[in-house]
């Protein structure tokens, strides 16, 4: 009886929840984590919103997860190579430390030689933080056999809730 009861209140909630009731926020625990993030990006530049990706997924460990032992593998094959190149440094001057400050918290860097090849440069052009690999492809599926996760780190342009408002004031009414 108990059990039928606790069904019926269960479903009774539900049943009230509408489109003005809140979300939720869901704060268990991560653990450890491991991830491999695939960028192929159009700009150079857009490496600086996948790095914040990258911070943000530490930054969701240290809070709610387990930063010791976990590893975060970046694999780059885009014009983000650019930016990774020790040869671009006065175009990108502060990028060396963000991947320094990266590399800190356990995220390792790997570009594909294809794509570089395709794009002008050698192996020995890029980083000390960055280890050279055959291929992207190759690379992603040696980390999902380890056992990571992989995340395609498509970098979109983002808005913010005062624009979209301004593009949508029948929400403002």
């Known amino acids: 009886m108990k059990k039928l ?19 939720k926020f869901d704060d268990s625990p991560l653990g ?16 600086y919103q996948a790095l914040g990706y990258l911070n943000n997924h530490l930054n969701g460990l240290k809070e709610f997860g387990t930063l010791k032992g976990s ?11 650019h ?3 020790r040869l671009n440094r006065a175009a990108y001057p502060d990028i060396y430390d963000r991947l320094k400050a990266l590399g800190d918290l356990g995220v390792s860097f790997r570009v594909c030689r294809n794509a570089a090849n ?23 599926a040696k980390w999902q056999q380890k056992g990571y ?25």
């Open 71 to 81: 590893h975060i593998v970046m694999v780059a094959h885009g014009n983000e190579l």
């Open 83 to 85: 930016m990774l190149s």
């Open 32 to 47: 450890v984590q491991k991830a491999v993030y695939q960028f192929n990006l159009e700009k150079p530049e857009d490496l």
């Open 5 to 23: 009861l606790c069904s019926l209140l269960l479903c009774a909630g539900v049943a009230w929840a509408g489109p003005e009731d809140m979300s």
């Open 118 to 140: 395709f794009r002008g440069y050698k192996p020995g052009d890029f980083y000390d933080l960055v280890t050279v690999v055959p291929a992207a492809m190759t690379d992603l």
């Open 149 to 173: 996760t992989y995340i395609s780190g498509d970098v979109i342009n983002r808005s913010k809730r005062v624009e979209f408002l301004q593009k949508h004031p029948e929400i403002l009414d």
